[in-house]
């Protein structure tokens, strides 16, 4: 019997979602779709409400052996969208090295829009292979705030960075304008993790990793992010030297306690003690115009904490987008 419902259009794992600023000044959303093994859910959204969420999902909790992920969004201007996820992005088993796991990203964020996307690391479990690629075409006055981090897999159950393949590529164009057909690159940031590609000297990728148990990196950009991207660079800067030391008299070291420390300065003296205890090590860099953090870990609690820490410390983000944007970092 032939079904009376047009075919879809779709092909598996495609989705989409356009964001657009309403009538009444909020941002909504115009269209959300997707196939399976994609699942995007939007939930009500209260009116007071910084940025329109949407959760990205898959079913089964996980990504199978050869799934194929595809996600167009549009951000309209003025509008801002935030995007979490429920748990981390667990990357099955492939019973073939040839046969790989994709999730493609492609975002296009017009003249005063706004895109958050912090979501929960990726866990590649032993024997996966997995690509990622996101591509971000940004008007010259959008924002963006980008977290990508994966982990060594299932700890629990003795893996660490044991799957075959991890490559994942980030990349940030403008808009294209005038006679600029393709936009201009400003950032390209990739990552390879191969198994048989390991260090020369080192048998095993789990030993090139020195004992670094999650890895991530930050990509900020747009006049939305100016304050939160200086925040990381001015942390970058004032976090000690290798080899400096406090030459200062047990006097004055005396004398710091007694005046007290602000409210800024004690929270920065508890992460620095809080990265030193937990190995956490991060770098931060202003590239045409993006600030690029990257930090590792060898725990994912500690790198989780730490980015929550930095994030909630400026404040940048809950303003602008929600308390709901840092589901995934707390």
């Not at 997707?34 to 996980?62: T, W």
């Not at 820490?309 to 940048?316: A, D, V």
Request: with cysteine; charged share 20%.
């Amino acid at each position: 019997m032939n079904s009376p419902f047009p075919k879809s259009s779709s092909a598996a794992g495609e989705g989409k979602i356009i964001a657009r600023l309403q009538p009444d000044g909020v941002s909504g959303l115009e269209t959300i779709t997707y196939q399976y093994p994609l699942k995007l859910i939007s939930p009500s959204k209260p009116a007071e409400d910084k940025s329109v969420l949407v959760f990205l999902l898959s079913y089964g909790g996980g990504l199978v052996g050869g799934d194929q992920v595809d996600l167009s969004i549009q951000v309209h201007p003025q509008a801002k969208l935030t995007l979490v996820t429920q748990g981390h992005t667990k990357v099955f088993t492939s019973t073939k090295a040839d046969i790989v796991t994709r999730q493609t990203l492609r975002a296009q964020v017009a003249s005063g829009g706004a895109l958050c996307l912090l979501p929960d690391p990726v866990q590649p479990f032993a024997g996966s292979v997995y690509e990622q690629t996101q591509i971000f075409k940004l008007a010259k006055d959008a924002s963006l705030c980008l977290l990508d981090w994966v982990t060594q897999g299932r700890s629990a159950r003795g893996e660490d960075w044991s799957f075959v393949r991890w490559l994942g590529r980030n990349e940030m164009w403008t808009l294209p304008r005038g006679d600029d057909s393709g936009g201009r690159l400003l950032v390209r940031d990739s990552l390879l993790l191969d198994s048989a590609q390991a260090h020369p000297q080192m048998k095993t990728l789990r030993e090139s990793m020195h004992a670094i148990g999650i890895m991530g990196t930050l990509i900020l950009r747009g006049p939305l992010m100016k304050s939160l991207g200086e925040f990381f660079l001015a942390e970058f800067t004032a976090l000690p030297r290798i080899g400096a030391r406090d030459w200062r008299g047990e006097d004055a070291k005396k004398a710091e306690v007694i005046e007290g420390l602000s409210t800024a300065e004690t929270w920065r003296r508890d992460r620095l003690k809080m990265e030193k205890e937990s190995g956490l090590l991060w770098s931060a860099a202003l590239v045409r115009g993006c600030v690029v953090v990257k930090f590792g870990a060898p725990e994912v609690e500690a790198g989780r904490i730490w980015i929550g820490s930095m994030l909630g410390q400026e404040g940048s983000i809950e303003n602008i987008f929600g308390d709901h944007a840092l589901l995934c970092v707390r």
